[in-house]
């Protein structure tokens, strides 16, 4: 059983498909029905469950796919660290940033790019733990964090200050619930999908506040455009959302700081550092949309 052999039982593994797994690896459905047939008579043990209008991977196709992945890891590690070192200013750059980032400012950080390198590629992944730096499967990372792992090598680019969002008609809701000096009973929008009332919320809502559950930057400030609630947001994506009015009343402590992160192995890649660079540029000359003139007032009263 090689490489090309595991390929594919990862791929129906992945997929619970010949015609999906098929489109994965780039052959033809025949061909990976074909092969699976091969590979199950070869290994004596059934690897999929053909009864059924799709494939279901069976326990022992769990198993090999499990050993096919670590291998597939490796691999992936082993041809990044290879090219991280070219002095080519072409190439493929893996850029990590949490879920709505690109839209939000990660998009227009880099917008010099195309005119500075035009043969580098970008290759995005959005993740909100950092997991895919220390995993190498992303060259660099953009996160918001006030304590980057010490093991990798970084820049901190801003600090973002955070704000309340709902509609004009929630906003007006709640101002009359203030004006009143009575307890503030609005729909909340969360990450907490535990049923938990957010810390962020407790002292400026009350507890009995109904909760929704909703994941990602883009669809939390969608979510409360609508009217569905109130959402905490970074200003820079807060600010710039149609529809979304900032709850100033309500003091917003929270602050963070942005980074841009990479391994230390990638110092001596040309393309790398300079989608570092552009990406550090950009990020800082977007500095008053991080942190507004107001949050710099409210911190000086």
Known sequence: MDWDDLRIVLAVYRSGSAGLAAAHVGLSHATISRRMAEIE???????????????????IC???????????????????VATAHSSDLSGPVHISVPTGTIEGFVAEALKELPRLAPDIRLI????????????????????FTGSPDPDLIGQKVTQSAWGFYSCAELAGVINAH???ETAVLAPILTTEHDGAFPKWASGHFDPASPCHFVYGY????????????????????????PRLTLLSRLHCPLKTELWVLANS?????KRISQVKRVLIDGLTAMQPQF??????????L
């Open 178 to 180: 203030l004006d009143a």
């Open 62 to 80: 769990a198993q090999v796919a499990a050993q096919a992945a670590q291998m597939e890891g490796l691999h992936d590690e082993a041809l990044r």
């Open 265 to 269: 192995d990638t110092r001596s890649s």
């Open 291 to 300: 942190f507004p003139a107001d949050t710099v007032r409210a911190n000086l």
């Open 124 to 143: 995005f992944r959005t993740e909100d733990q950092l997991s895919d730096l220390p995993g190498r499967k992303a060259d660099i990372a953009v996160r």
């Open 41 to 59: 008579r070869n290994l004596g043990v059934a690897l999929v469950d053909r009864s059924g209008l799709s494939w279901r991977p069976t326990p």
């Open 218 to 241: 883009p669809s939390k400030a969608a979510m409360a455009a609508q009217g569905f609630g109130v959402a905490l947001l970074p200003r820079v994506i807060g600010d710039g959302t």
